[in-house]
Structure formats: C-alpha cells, structure tokens
C-alpha cells in the first residue's frame, strides 16, 4: 500500500522544536550538499528584490524531474522545515532517486525578503497574539507564487517579480512532471489543492493527514466554489476563470497573475499545494449539522467583513497623507482592504446558491475564522507600519494617536479570535509528516517515486532544529 510505504519513510522523520530563519536554512542546506556531494548540488538561480541569492539543491542525477518550492508565501514557515527534511531524505534514499531516475529539486526559500520580515515570531510562543504581532503577508501582487505572467486580455498581468522570473526559468529549464509548492494555513485542517485530478491521489493524500491524525479542513476560505476532487482535495481553476471571478466581485485591475500551477501547464508538469494548519481545531473536519442556515453564515460573514475592513481602513486612510516609510506593510493593509470587500461580494453572491441549506460545523468554523483572520492580519501590519514610523522620528500627534487607535483594535480582535478559536499549535513535526507524506503519495502515483520500498535504513540524519 501506498500509505505504509510513505509512513515507513516517515518514521525517521525527528522532533521538531521550532522554525528555522532563512539564514539558518540556508546553512543546513549548504551543509547536506557538503555532506552528500556524489548526489547533491547547490546552484544559484537568481537574486530577490533586495539582494539575497536564490539557490536550488538538486539531489539525484536522473532525467526526470521534481521541483520542491519553500516559502511561496512569507508567513507559511513549515514548507523551510519540509524542504530540509524531504532533501535528507531522498539523499540518503536511493530508491526515492534511482527507481524512477528522479532528480529533486530544491528551492529552499523562494521569497527571502518577506520571510525575514515574520521571523521575530518562528521562535514562538505560538499564540494567535504573538503570530500577527510580527505577521507580514505582502500583497498579493509582490507574492512570487502569484505574479506569473497572464496574457490574456481578460486578468492581463505582466508584473513579474525578479523571484517569479527565477523559478519560471527552472521550470522551463526542468520541465518537472511534478512541481509541489508548500504552504500552511492557519486555523483548522489540513487541504489539498492539485492543478488537474490524478486518479488516486484524493484517498491517498486524504490517507496522509489521517495517518498524523490532522482533520481535513472541509471548507477551506481560500477554495470557496473550486471543483474537488475529494474531501479536502480541490482542483485549481484556471487563470482566466480566478480573474474573471475577483472581477465579478468588485475587484478592478488583475491584484494577481497566475500561479506557478498555471506556469508549469506548459510543460505538463502536475502541481500539488498542501495547506496545514498552524493551529489545530477539530471543528474545521466536522461534517455534521450546525443547526444554522448556511445562506445566513455567508451574509453574516459578509456584513462581518464590510465592518472590519471599514473601521480599518477609515484609520489606514486618516494616516496615510502622514505616512513617511516605504514599507511593503503599506501596500499590504491597502491588499487586504480590498481583499476583504471582494470576499465579502463573493459571500452574498454565494449564499443565494445555499437557500434552504443548513451549513455544517465545518462550514460555519471555515467562514468565521476568515473574518478572524484578515482582520489581525490587517490591524497587526498597520501596527508595524506605525511603528516604523515612530522608530524613524515621525511622531506627530497625528501618527502618536493613531498607533493607539490601531492598539486598541488589535488588542480587541485578538480577544475575539482567542475566544472563538482554539489555537492549540500542532507539533511542528506532524505539520512536516503531512507535507512530506503528501509530496511522496503523490510522486508515487506519477510513477517519480518509490515510498512502497520498506526499507527502514533511509532516516534522515543531520541536526534537529
């Protein structure tokens, strides 16, 4: 079975204490690559937008290719810890490499600049206050995984980024036929997001988040009316329908291009997403009856959207003539702002296709944890951006009380979230498992892989972090 031949290589997988920072990844990645040089190899790809050097670890040396991408988005560490741990592994798995003559490629993190700007918070504690004390998400069109090309009349978008160009050019050069982009969400579950369905792959991905007891998040915020494949297995849309449906909302000009998924279509590469949650709730799993209508859930949640996003950005606007700093916060909250209208539109418009409907625990946990969500994420960056600003000698009164504005907000959000949500961290070592055990069911289903192999001699080595 494909489950027991993932587990088996998981079973070496150590304990996990906390997250590690780009400069810490970094070095262990040099260090695997110092103590496998028969396999591995370390090579630049590119430079971020401030400076850093991407590099990609390749282990193996077959003709067929896996591309392994850490860190899309800046606030999602696990993906750092997946791609260390995925690489001890294959290098001292030679079924992994050489069954299928597979090479493995790592790109360790592909957003260096953001990731630095949430590392105050990678050594917990891991509250919901601390996380969006030191949270920074950039907006969507600074995103790496969102800024592929789209040039198509309908969503045109031709804002690359010098990160986005980068990996666009090892997935050309690669042409992977599997391509797995690594994130986590925040409250609930665990889901799953493929760029076309693989037979198969729904039972044996829904298998791996059992096998470390994490439920699957069956109505996750960010797959609202996706195709699935199974219960938290979605299908990603294309380019044009996700465009043409932020325009449908209220959205104007493309925030967004398209996704390394729709990248790699060109090549035939298949595309996976695994999403584990920071915090576990068992809620987000519950398929049975809430008792409230689910028409009433989404207005709800809209109404609750509108509000937040206008007594934030009512502050955001009275400050902003006052603001000083460039800071990417800044296009950020503006982000969120008007991603919060457009899912507040998508709400109502989404209710009227549930009359008479009762919504499940679930259902009802994904849409209020959204609400939670965008607004500290909101109120916390504001906050950062005020304090840059005093931190740089803009300290008018006006600055002064709005940093106390901004405060009391966040200090009354935060209750709020504390209250409704349980914010009980998973260990970080089965947010990995997860990841991991993802990435080789699915290689496994593609033919790239070997994880039914029993061997018990293919436990990662290396430091713990």
Same mark, same amino acid.
């Given at each position: 079975?494909?489950?027991?031949?993932?587990?088996?290589?998981?079973?070496?997988?150590?304990?996990?204490?906390?997250?590690?920072?780009?400069?810490?990844?970094?070095?262990?990645?040099?260090?695997?690559?110092?103590?496998?040089?028969?396999?591995?190899?370390?090579?630049?790809?590119?430079?971020?937008?401030?400076?850093?050097?991407?590099? !990609?670890?390749?282990?193996?040396?077959?003709?067929?290719?896996?591309?392994? %991408?850490?860190?899309?988005?800046?606030?999602?560490?696990?993906?750092? +810890?997946? %791609?260390?741990?995925?690489?001890?592994?294959?290098?001292?798995?030679?079924?992994?490499r050489e069954d299928a003559g597979?090479?493995?490629?790592?790109?360790?993190?592909?957003?260096?600049?953001?990731?630095?700007?949430?590392?105050?918070?990678?050594?917990?504690?891991?509250?919901?206050?601390?996380? /969006?004390?030191?949270?920074?998400?950039?907006?969507?069109?600074?995103?790496?995984?969102?800024?592929?090309?789209?040039?198509?009349?309908?969503?045109?978008?031709?804002?690359? +980024?010098?990160?986005?160009?980068?990996? $666009?050019?090892?997935?050309?050069?690669?042409?992977?036929?599997?391509?797995?982009?690594?994130?986590?969400?925040?409250?609930?579950?665990?889901?799953?997001?493929?760029? /076309?369905?693989?037979?198969?792959?729904?039972?044996?991905?829904?298998?791996?988040?059992?096998?470390?007891? !994490?439920?699957?998040?069956?109505?996750?915020?960010?797959?609202?009316?996706?195709?699935?494949?199974?219960?938290?297995?979605?299908? !990603?849309?294309?380019?044009?329908?996700?465009?043409?449906?932020?325009?449908?909302?209220?959205?104007?000009?493309?925030?967004?291009?398209?996704?390394?998924?729709?990248?790699?279509?060109?090549?035939?590469?298949?595309?996976?997403?695994?999403?584990?949650?920071?915090?576990?709730?068992?809620?987000?799993?519950?398929?049975?009856?809430?008792?409230?209508? /689910?028409? =009433?859930?989404?207005?709800?949640?809209?109404?609750?959207?509108?509000?937040?996003?206008?007594?934030?950005?009512?502050?955001?606007?009275?400050?902003?003539?006052?603001?000083?700093?460039?800071?990417?916060?800044?296009?950020?909250?503006?982000?969120?702002?008007?991603?919060?209208?457009?899912? =507040?539109?998508?709400?109502?418009?989404?209710?009227?296709?549930?009359?008479?409907q009762e919504a499940s625990v679930?259902?009802?946990?994904? %849409?209020?944890?959204?609400? /939670? !969500?965008?607004?500290?994420?909101?109120?916390?960056?504001?906050?950062?951006?005020?304090?840059?600003?005093?931190?740089?000698?803009?300290?008018?009164?006006?600055?002064? $009380?709005?940093?106390?504005?901004?405060?009391?907000?966040?200090?009354?959000?935060? =209750?709020?979230?504390?209250?409704? +949500?349980?914010?009980?961290?998973?260990?970080?070592?089965?947010? %990995?498992?997860?990841?991991?055990?993802? =990435?080789?069911?699915?290689?496994?289903?593609?033919?790239?892989?070997?994880?039914?192999?029993?061997?018990?001699?293919?436990?990662?080595?290396?430091?713990?972090?």
């Amino acid at each position: 079975m494909v489950e027991s031949g993932v587990n088996s290589h998981l079973s070496g997988l150590p304990d996990i204490g906390r997250f590690r920072t780009v400069d810490e990844l970094n070095a262990a990645v040099a260090r695997l690559a110092h103590e496998h040089p028969d396999v591995c190899r370390l090579r630049r790809i590119g430079t971020s937008r401030l400076g850093d050097p991407l590099r !990609m670890l390749s282990v193996g040396h077959g003709p067929r290719h896996a591309l392994i %991408v850490g860190g899309p988005h800046p606030n999602e560490p696990v993906g750092l +810890l997946t %791609v260390l741990h995925l690489a001890r592994l294959v290098a001292a798995t030679p079924a992994l490499r050489e069954d299928a003559g597979c090479t493995w490629n790592f790109i360790p993190c592909i957003d260096p600049d953001g990731t630095r700007l949430n590392e105050a918070w990678f050594g917990g504690p891991y509250t919901i206050r601390h996380y /969006h004390t030191h949270f920074f998400r950039p907006a969507f069109a600074d995103q790496p995984e969102w800024t592929f090309p789209v040039l198509d009349e309908e969503g045109w978008f031709d804002r690359t +980024l010098p990160e986005t160009q980068a990996l $666009a050019r090892v997935i050309d050069e690669l042409r992977p036929e599997f391509q797995y982009s690594l994130h986590n969400a925040d409250f609930g579950g665990a889901f799953f997001i493929l760029s /076309h369905d693989v037979p198969g792959a729904a039972q044996d991905l829904a298998a791996v988040a059992a096998a470390q007891e !994490m439920p699957l998040a069956l109505s996750p915020v960010d797959t609202a009316g996706w195709p699935e494949a199974g219960p938290g297995v979605h299908l !990603m849309p294309t380019a044009r329908q996700l465009a043409a449906a932020t325009a449908a909302h209220g959205g104007g000009e493309a925030r967004h291009g398209g996704s390394s998924a729709h990248y790699g279509e060109r090549h035939g590469t298949t595309t996976l997403i695994t999403e584990v949650p920071l915090w576990h709730d068992p809620r987000a799993g519950d398929a049975s009856g809430s008792g409230r209508a /689910h028409a =009433a859930v989404l207005t709800g949640s809209a109404g609750q959207l509108r509000d937040g996003a206008r007594r934030l950005g009512d502050l955001y606007e009275r400050v902003l003539p006052r603001l000083t700093v460039p800071s990417p916060m800044r296009p950020a909250i503006a982000d969120i702002l008007e991603q919060s209208a457009v899912l =507040a539109s998508a709400h109502e418009a989404l209710s009227a296709t549930y009359d008479g409907q009762e919504a499940s625990v679930g259902e009802v946990f994904g %849409v209020r944890s959204l609400v /939670h !969500m965008l607004r500290l994420r909101g109120a916390g960056q504001l906050r950062r951006q005020l304090a840059v600003e005093q931190a740089a000698g803009n300290r008018p009164p006006a600055i002064r $009380a709005a940093a106390e504005e901004a405060d009391a907000l966040f200090d009354s959000w935060c =209750a709020s979230a504390e209250g409704a +949500l349980r914010a009980e961290p998973f260990p970080l070592r089965r947010l %990995v498992a997860v990841q991991i055990g993802a =990435a080789l069911a699915t290689v496994r289903r593609l033919g790239l892989g070997s994880p039914e192999d029993d061997s018990t001699d293919n436990r990662p080595s290396g430091d713990t972090p």
